[in-house]
């Protein structure tokens, strides 16, 4: 089957590798019909996560059809013919951390639990296509995917929805959602969000939806503003000011955000002095993340507020104000997205028509050119949001 | 009742699976004796040393080649400095060699004395497991079930009520086998079993379970502790377990827990990838087990790029 695969810092390659088969009893094996590229598979194509290894399948945002189930999973569960949206993170469903519904901590699903104890203490659970440290899991930017704990993660989805309408229940749309949730919202709160990303998009119209009354959007992409514009936001371009955290608590009567959502994690842009040091830490490998964001999010937060994080950080970070993070008595929620929480209502309101997911989508492409997309999406070209890969059909070059 | 089919099922696939951990214990002490690695696995031995205050084992080794080598390190170091000594003026000549080889003579004496130890090695590991203490206790009990969840076991079998046969994987194919009987059993709360004596490898283990706070399931404390008296087959167990006792039995533990909670032990083993860098296949390549198959997810006859 094709699959994409990492094979190295800003080299990804569609290759030609053995289908995948049943490893466990709770597995299924998953024909895709649709899968994505996320913005967090932007920190492999640029080598900044830690325990990837060259050839190693990646991709987490997939759906497809049931071809194959294990013996251990029922039939009322899945079958075969079924359509499901997988989500990113595997969960066993058995786990203390499982029945909390802390899904995105499952305790069972990752193999590669000695590297993350290592390295955080616990081990998150497992992750499709990402690192060996999540779970070293092939990934779903493929033509199949092994999908474990299969009677767990994936949804079913009735007829009459589009590929289209349901993808991003993989991984964006709940991540958008569980960014806004992590903000603590009451009703007539502000929201500043830092990312205009797919997931930023998301995190904009679910912010509405747990009733923000405004939404403020920064970004520097004046394409994905207009995007955010469009999602009822009021928009700032961060580069055309020197002081974002002022501009942000003159918009607020000097109070600042209720909340702020750093929904840009690891790799940051900026202008300013701090963001070039932590670009040159970066770069000397003397750090994973540049922080800018958080930086300003505390900075910028009203006394007593919250910030929530969906962006994804890499490993050991400073320069972080946390003097400023104590005195303001500021609230910090983040965490990979507890997606079986998310799913299943978030789908009744593509059902119900409230929110259309669609909308975020710039780029439907077949799965060979999705090297050339990963570097489109990196570098912002061609007004570039979100990338859909479509694993069966031919370029019309190859 | 749905647990034990699934064990059953696992069986097969988990024997293919401990043989390649047993090959690849072999291989890293290998690679590791002559510097190479692939990057994850120095990875791993990077975070082990970096991070030892994540282990939540003891590990003690009285006999160990990283010893020995630190100290024969030692040794040429003093007689390096030593060397550089001659080279100088008279005063620093002799404070030079003074200190050089005081500092081998060090070396030298620990050198002596860390090659000429019986190996001893043991670990403790705890975790709690989401289930009921008579479940846990029922599995562990019969001790057929280690080696669905003990990788570097290849079977136990269980002769009578408290004697087992003990069939482990050793280096370069060879296969270590001890009995066993078990010294105490308190229904719920403890096993203890140990190595019948005159066998080639002295061990002994404990498990004991309780009820875990705030209704989590069941605490298990697991002490494993295997002794060789020299020579032979032991010596070359202790090769095996001696790597890290501690990080093999915490991986026991965890399987352990995956097992009876889900059915099965969470895997990557046998999925597919893209062309690995050369290190990579060059570990996938050496087969020791079995000399000239191919591991699974091999995909050399398909490293053929689409265009």
């Known amino acids: 089957m094709k699959a994409v695969c990492w094979m190295g810092k800003e080299k990804m390659s569609v290759e030609d590798v053995p289908d995948p088969k049943i490893l466990n009893p709770r597995d299924a094996i998953v024909r895709i019909t649709s899968t994505c590229i996320c913005g967090s598979d932007l920190h492999l194509y640029n080598g900044f996560m830690p325990t990837m290894e060259q050839g190693d399948i990646v991709g987490h945002e997939f759906m497809g059809e049931v071809v194959e189930v294990g013996s251990g999973i029922s039939a009322e569960k899945l079958k075969v013919g079924d359509r499901v949206v997988v989500p990113f993170t595997i969960a066993c469903g058995n786990c203390f951390f499982c029945h909390e519904e802390l899904w995105s901590l499952c305790d069972n699903s990752n193999p590669n639990f000695w590297i993350a104890e290592g390295m955080m203490g616990n081990s998150p659970s497992g992750l499709f296509g990402y690192t060996h440290m999540m779970g070293g899991y092939a990934g779903g930017q493929a033509q199949f995917a092994r999908v474990p704990f299969a009677d767990v993660g994936p949804l079913k989805f009735p007829e009459g929805l589009s590929d289209e309408q349901v993808v991003f229940l993989s991984d964006i749309f709940p991540t958008g959602y569980m960014g806004a949730e992590n903000c603590n919202i009451r009703p007539g709160d502000t929201v500043a969000i830092w990312g205009c990303g797919p997931v930023g998009l998301f995190a904009i119209k679910s912010a509405f939806i747990l009733g923000a009354e405004r939404v403020i959007a920064i970004d520097r992409f004046p394409y994905r503003l207009q995007k955010a514009q469009e999602a009822g936001a009021e928009v700032v371009n961060y580069e055309e000011t020197d002081d974002l955290v002022q501009l942000l608590k003159d918009m607020t009567g000097n109070m600042g955000p209720d909340s702020c959502m750093d929904a840009v994690g690891m790799e940051a842009a900026g202008h300013t002095l701090p963001f070039m040091v932590d670009r040159v830490k970066q770069l000397m490998r003397m750090s994973f993340d540049r922080p800018n964001v958080f930086r300003q999010c505390i900075m910028a937060c009203r006394k007593g507020g919250t910030i929530s994080m969906p962006g994804v950080y890499g490993g050991l970070v400073d320069k972080i104000p946390l003097g400023q993070f104590m005195n303001k008595g500021l609230t910090l929620k983040t965490g990979q997205t507890h997606m079986m929480r998310y799913m299943k209502p978030l789908l009744e309101l593509v059902q119900q028509r409230k929110i259309d997911p669609s909308f975020v989508i710039s780029h439907r492409v077949p799965i060979d050119q999705a090297p050339e997309m990963y570097k489109t999406f990196r570098d912002k070209q061609d007004e570039c949001t979100k990338v859909v890969l479509d694993p069966w059909a031919t370029s019309k070059a190859a | ?307």
């Open chain 2, 1 to 307: 009742m749905q647990i034990g089919l699934r064990c059953g099922k696992a069986g097969v696939s988990e024997r293919k699976r401990m043989r390649q951990n047993a090959q690849r214990n072999t291989m890293d002490k290998l690679f590791y004796s002559a510097g190479i690695h692939t990057s994850l696995r120095k990875r791993k031995d990077d975070l082990m040393t970096r991070y030892p205050s994540t282990r939540i084992t003891s590990y003690d080794q009285e006999s160990s080649g990283t010893d020995a080598s630190a100290r024969i390190l030692t040794l040429l170091a003093g007689a390096g400095v030593a060397a550089f000594g001659l080279t100088r003026k008279s005063a620093t000549r002799i404070a030079m060699m003074a200190t050089g080889a005081t500092i081998a003579a060090f070396g030298a004496f620990d050198a002596g004395e860390a090659t000429s130890n019986t190996a001893c090695s043991s670990a403790e590991s705890s975790i709690i497991v989401n289930v009921p203490r008579e479940r846990a206790y029922a599995y562990w009990r019969d001790f057929a079930n280690f080696p669905n969840f003990m990788h570097h076991l290849k079977s136990v079998q269980v002769t009578d009520g408290r004697h087992s046969r003990w069939t482990a994987y050793g280096p370069m194919a060879k296969e270590i086998e001890w009995d066993a009987e078990i010294t105490e059993e308190r229904e719920n709360e403890r096993i203890a079993w140990r190595s019948i004596e005159g066998s080639d490898v002295e061990m002994e283990g404990s498990v004991e379970f309780t009820e875990a706070t705030g209704r989590r399931g069941t605490l298990i404390k697991i002490e494993m502790r295997y002794s060789s008296p020299g020579g032979g087959a032991g010596q070359i167990a202790m090769k095996l377990f001696g790597k890290d006792p501690s990080f093999l039995i915490r991986q026991d533990i965890r399987r352990f827990k995956a097992l009876l909670e889900t059915g099965e032990v969470p895997t990557t083993e046998g999925q597919s990838h893209g062309p690995r860098s050369a290190v990579s296949n060059v570990f996938q390549a050496i087969n020791l087990d079995e000399p000239g198959k191919k591991g699974p997810g091999r995909t050399n006859a398909a490293r053929r790029r689409v265009s």
